[in-house]
């Protein structure tokens, strides 16, 4: 799927986006947060200013663990988890 330009859901820079095709959500690449995965509802929290400030610290600290992270929200917390490999 083409990249599509969107603010970054984590930090409201300017960054791309695709809709994932196995689950709702998009793959985001932004320059300052790296890549991610974020999950519908996650994302719609995300937009509105409920973010909790250990989602960047989690999804930094997965990246520099090589992995991919995913950000999903399951009420009433929000959970960051690597991307599943085969589904990245």
Known sequence: MPLEPAD????KSPAERA???SH???SYACPSCGSFH??????????HGHLP?????????????GELPRIDF???NFH?????????
């Open 38 to 47: 974020i999950g519908g509802l996650a994302f719609g929290k995300a937009t």
């Open 24 to 26: 709702d959500g998009y």
């Open 8 to 11: 970054c859901p984590l930090c």
């Open 74 to 76: 399951d009420a009433p």
């Open 53 to 65: 400030a250990h989602v960047h610290i989690d999804v930094r600290r997965l990246q520099a663990e």
């Open 19 to 21: 809709p994932l095709r």
């Open 80 to 88: 960051v988890k690597p991307v599943a490999r085969g589904k990245q």
